[in-house]
């Protein structure tokens, strides 16, 4: 069908039909085009019902489009965590139940009198891994506290041994090593995995759910109007086989999604921050390592202990002096047996190796995803014509698209030719999400050096997720400890960004009160902008 006719080819009828649009004495419609609202007023088939049906259509289409490219990449983020998720549990499992396995012939009362104390450190460990609000230092400080009086008190079971004797024993103890350097190598090397592993597998929970929310943003009614005169305009001047010009297209999709093109800076610092944190856990974080052989240290620390028992019972009476005797005595010496069973772990390095590598491809491949967006739905939804395509539709009629391609992001909107874009008016939703990647940066940032973040609010980032990995508060609530905690950890805080990503992030967190003061700052900005 030609431009200047108005006959109407079967295509054309079955598109209308198919659409549901009521085409009834469709050629006694055609006509000059003034009763057009956002087509070229040219000669044309489209009644305004046409055309408004046409703009419906296209917007949902449009928002499809938007919502499939959106779970694509939801679909790998969540891929990642799901596969390093399951590999870090499944460490830790094994390391508990080889535990479990092997300590009761090993130790015999020494360890059945106190299963209760491995138990809660294992729970305690995943409940860190999870996000619960833990400080990670001090669950393992007070799990060596915990472990050193009950052994203390089965290895002396000729005493009376009082909690009060116990509180001076530990002050005293602790001087000594009763465990040897196992405590103070453990705590800084499981600190440092867990950090970095908590933190590594919320980013991908994070930024699936940034993708998630964004990708339901509505589209304006400015954009709606230029996605109809991009993808159906063509059919209401008998076009309907000729392809929007690709340029054309790149403004108007640029136009329609500059405040997603904005997410660009912040995603970018997110996928890098996630490389270097994987980098760590495969590399000086040794993380299958670390994890896998938790069990092998508690051990190699209660040996320890039985080899310096006399010695430290001896520093401990001159410190606290000697205990009552007590009327019941020895009632076994299994408490005192050694084992000889052979602990093993073994290693799942290369499984963490390829789950890295994996991982690092997937997130090289996504940190472009915003500002690629709209090439990419031009070219594999849109549909549109080739660049250097002269008989294409360029929003007036079937020729070249002349006008220059914007650049990315708001502020490169204000010239755009297809959209009017209000650059003053940015998107409220799309900004708590760039604030969302800048504090899931600085977390890694911080794990990246090792340096442990309040994860208190978890939960609420991943509110919709679906990860299932967050904890009530009634569940999780902070740990009480007999001594003060030694590090409290620190709060997260949204990081100045200089070059990429974790490098200009670690070092500088900023203080809780200015958080504050950003919040109320941006909600009062929230309201002028309305």
Excluded at 113 to 136: T, W
Excluded at 238 to 256: A, E, F, H, Q, R
Excluded at 405 to 428: C, F, H, R, S, W
Excluded at 465 to 494: F, M, N
Aim: glycine content about 6%; charged content about 25%.
């Amino acid at each position: 069908m030609s431009d200047a006719g108005c006959g109407i080819s079967q295509e054309y009828l079955y598109l209308f039909t198919a659409s549901e649009f009521h085409c009834n004495a469709i050629t006694e419609q055609c006509g000059a085009g003034e009763h057009l609202r956002i087509c070229p007023q040219g000669y044309t088939c489209c009644t305004s019902e046409m055309e408004e049906n046409f703009a419906n259509k296209s917007r949902s289409e449009f928002e499809a489009m938007m919502k499939e490219a959106g779970r694509a990449v939801q679909t790998t983020l969540t891929a990642q965590h799901r596969s390093f998720d399951s590999y870090f549990q499944d460490l830790l499992n094994k390391s508990e139940k080889a535990l479990y396995d092997a300590f009761p012939s090993m130790y015999g009362e020494l360890y059945t009198q106190n299963m209760k104390v491995f138990k809660d450190l294992y729970s305690e460990l995943r409940r860190y891994y999870r996000g619960s609000n833990i400080n990670l230092e001090e669950a393992l400080n007070e799990f060596w506290t915990r472990l050193l009086e009950r052994l203390f008190k089965l290895l002396n079971p000729q005493y009376h041994i009082t909690d009060e004797y116990l509180d001076c024993m530990v002050k005293h103890a602790e001087q000594h090593k009763p465990f040897g350097e196992v405590p103070r190598d453990l705590k800084v090397k499981a600190t440092r995995a867990f950090i970095a592993a908590r933190s590594y597998a919320q980013g991908f929970l994070v930024g699936s759910d940034v993708v998630k929310k964004v990708s339901q943003v509505s589209l304006s009614h400015e954009c709606t109007r230029a996605i109809m005169k991009l993808m159906y305009c063509p059919h209401c001047r008998g076009m309907s086989s000729v392809k929007p010009c690709n340029n054309y297209c790149l403004n108007v999709v640029k136009g329609c999604l500059a405040n997603q093109a904005d997410l660009n800076t912040e995603w970018k610092y997110l996928m890098d921050s996630l490389v270097v944190v994987a980098d760590r856990i495969d590399g000086p974080y040794n993380v299958d390592t670390v994890i896998g052989t938790i069990h092998m240290r508690i051990a190699e620390a209660i040996s320890n202990l039985q080899e310096n028992k006399d010695s430290l019972t001896t520093k401990v009476f001159q410190g606290c002096g000697n205990p009552k005797i007590s009327t019941k005595g020895s009632s076994s010496e299994d408490k005192k047996r050694r084992g000889k069973v052979a602990l093993e772990a073994k290693s799942s390095a290369q499984a963490l190796e390829m789950l890295v590598l994996d991982a690092k491809g997937n997130l090289t491949a996504l940190k472009t995803y915003w500002i690629t967006l709209p090439s990419s739905l031009c070219s594999k939804k849109v549909m549109a014509s080739s660049a250097a395509d002269d008989k294409c539709w360029n929003g007036m009629t079937k020729g070249s698209y002349l006008p220059e391609v914007m650049g990315d992001g708001l502020a490169n909107q204000i010239n755009n030719p297809e959209v009017e874009v209000d650059i003053t008016k940015p998107d409220m939703t799309i900004r708590q999400q760039i604030m969302q990647l800048k504090i899931m940066t600085n977390r890694l940032g911080n794990a990246n050096i090792g340096n442990d973040v309040d994860f208190q609010d978890a939960s609420d980032d991943m509110s919709g997720s679906g990860s299932g990995d967050s904890c009530p508060d009634d569940v999780c609530g902070k740990r009480l400890s007999k001594s003060p905690s030694t590090r409290q950890p620190e709060t997260h805080a949204i990081p100045k960004q200089s070059g990429h990503g974790i490098n200009g992030a670690s070092s500088r967190s900023l203080p809780s009160a200015f958080l504050l003061l950003l919040s109320v700052a941006f909600i009062a900005a929230q309201h002028l902008w309305r």
